[in-house]
């Protein structure tokens, strides 16, 4: 069944569930991204950008064979997930309507290609045999059905340890690359281990033979002085089923068999249970995150496998177009050129007594809850992005379909407008990009069709003209404070430059705005500002604001604060 027959209309439906069942991080360090060069892309068609050059993200995913006009009107820097190969289509050349490419190009916008990495269906591949080599497997070797996605056909996971199966990822990453794409997207890399509906998502996916042999490669290298007796000692192992060097570790009839230690002492049900003294050597995978800090069997193995797969499709590009792609993923992952993350429910980002994760989406009775702050949860993705990719840019997406999304959609209009001008600028304020929301594939109301695709033209207006002010931005280390209550302040600095801003979001809010008067800002510089100015996409035009600067020691008098305004420092 193709994309467009129905199969993908809830492509990342079970993502909450998944991330459910999952636990304490744990990951190790990543090397920094390799970094495409050139500049914005221009109407020659000419390939990569940098990604630090982008200002305005955008996300709007069509299939494979279809084209969003809205990217045409708003006009981004780039569209984080243009197209989404999905199932099989996106299997061959032809699927593809890659002549929009030159259209993105002739308006200067990056297009980036995306498929799932994750999700399969048994027409995905020519027999059930390869479909079950495809797929993950529970610690009974059995294939781990997902059932709870809701689709027609029997979905499972992909196989990341299997060589075919990333090799069945990277041949249509090529088919797009070949196409003229400027970078591709893979969505949920790492996202076949929660072990679904079936196991309650405890984690008991991921434990097929190919996993097993390496499992096996990482005990031998990470404790290369083991005896026999110090296996049995410190793992609990048994005679006959021992790591060996003189064996491959492929072959688990004479080589370690995981599968079967865990049956043997019942834990094939649940193999991550506390009881298990080699749980914590095989790690918790935390779906569309790879933790700076896991030095575990899964983190090390899947952040080696990504690896591989983001070299070789890099290498691809240079060996066959001659150009340099970008490459994202959807959360915090190593190797990209921008992480791009998705906003849903049950997320690992903030504990929570729900387990529901941060609320990336604040709404309250079916209205936005603008008195929340989301400025200590952009931090942290700034951060976490920081420690696993190095200085790349962060993007969040309102992903789809879950809560969030659903949320949003239901806002009365001015509302969904004040998310934007809120948290959007909230985003901006704190180093990180929101992704301006105009389509997905499940068929939910475009961003025109609700009347916010104006909206965003007028909106990103500012952003694209002060673009200067957002790139490379980190946030200062000298604390803001502000003397009116629910306005959160933060200080930015440019890498490279001694550019500082600060910027201030107004979470005075019920059911709209309440603007504030006579705002007085404080915070300690190393030196003095020879100039204050007051900007804003709430106004045009720039302002010059009362302040008074001693000894590095800064204050200023903002007369009114509606959404946001931004305090530049010459």
């Not at 969040?396 to 379909?401: L, Q």
Request: proline share 6%.
């Amino acid at each position: 069944m193709s994309r467009r027959s129905g199969a993908g209309k809830w492509s990342l439906c079970a993502l909450g569930l998944t991330l459910l069942a999952q636990g304490q991080p744990a990951s190790a360090a990543a090397n920094g991204p390799v970094r495409p060069a050139g500049g914005p892309a221009a109407a020659t068609g000419t390939t990569a950008n940098r990604a630090a050059d982008f200002t305005v993200f955008a996300f709007s995913q069509s299939d494979v064979e279809q084209e969003d006009p809205q990217v045409y009107k708003l006009v981004p820097d780039i569209n984080i997930r243009a197209i989404g190969k999905w199932s099989t289509n996106g299997d061959e050349p032809a699927d593809y309507n890659f002549g929009q490419i030159r259209r993105y190009h002739d308006k200067g916008i990056t297009f980036m290609g995306s498929g799932t990495s994750s999700v399969i269906f048994p027409q995905d591949f020519p027999s059930a045999e390869v479909f079950d080599d495809m797929s993950t497997r529970d610690a009974n070797g059995d294939p781990v059905p997902h059932d709870e996605f809701g689709f027609p056909e029997p979905a499972r996971r992909g196989n990341l340890f299997n060589p075919k199966y990333r090799r069945y990822l990277l041949d249509w990453a090529e088919i797009q690359v070949d196409g003229g794409v400027d970078g591709v997207t893979f969505d949920e890399v790492n996202a076949g281990f929660s072990g679904g509906q079936k196991y309650g998502f405890n984690g008991n996916e991921g434990f097929d033979d190919y996993a097993i042999a390496d499992f096996t490669r990482y005990l031998l290298n990470k404790y290369p002085a083991f005896t026999a007796t110090d296996w049995k000692s410190r793992f609990g192992m048994t005679d006959g089923n021992l790591p060996r060097r003189d064996v491959p570790a492929g072959d688990l009839t004479r080589n370690f068999d995981y599968r079967a230690y865990l049956k043997a002492n019942g834990w094939n049900a649940d193999p991550l249970a506390s009881a298990n003294p080699l749980a914590g050597e095989w790690g918790r995978v935390t779906a569309n995150r790879m933790y700076a800090e896991d030095t575990s069997f899964t983190g090390t193995y899947l952040r080696r496998y990504w690896k591989q797969m983001v070299d070789e499709l890099r290498a691809y590009a240079l060996r066959t177009a001659h150009r340099r792609i970008l490459i994202s993923s959807n959360g915090l992952l190593p190797y990209v050129d921008f992480n791009s993350v998705g906003m849903y429910p049950w997320n690992p980002d903030e504990q929570t007594p729900d387990y529901r994760g941060a609320d990336y989406v604040p709404v309250v009775g079916g209205h936005l809850n603008g008195a929340k702050s989301l400025q200590a949860n952009y931090r942290y993705l700034k951060d976490q992005s920081r420690r696993i990719a190095g200085d790349v840019p962060v993007t969040v997406f309102i992903d789809w379909p879950n809560d969030m999304m659903t949320d949003y959609l239901n806002l009365p209009l001015a509302e969904k407008q004040d998310y934007w001008k809120i948290f959007g600028a909230e985003a901006y304020a704190n180093g990180i990009f929101p992704a301006f929301h105009l389509k997905d594939t499940v068929g939910s109301p475009t961003a025109e069709q609700y009347g916010m695709l104006d909206f965003f033209r007028t909106y990103t207006r500012f952003y694209k003209d002060h673009r200067s002010l957002y790139q490379r931005n980190d946030i200062g280390a000298q604390a803001v404070s502000v003397g009116t209550p629910n306005v959160s302040a933060s200080l930015l600095q440019q890498r490279g430059t001694r550019a500082r801003s600060i910027h201030l979001v107004n979470h005075n809010y019920a059911q709209g705005i309440v603007p504030q008067s006579q705002l007085s800002v404080r915070t300690r510089l190393p030196q003095c500002p020879r100039k204050v100015s007051l900007i804003s996409p709430d106004f045009a035009g720039s302002k010059t604001p009362a302040s008074s600067c001693h000894q590095g020691q800064l204050t200023v008098t903002v007369d009114r604060l509606d959404h946001y305004d931004i305090l530049t420092l010459s």
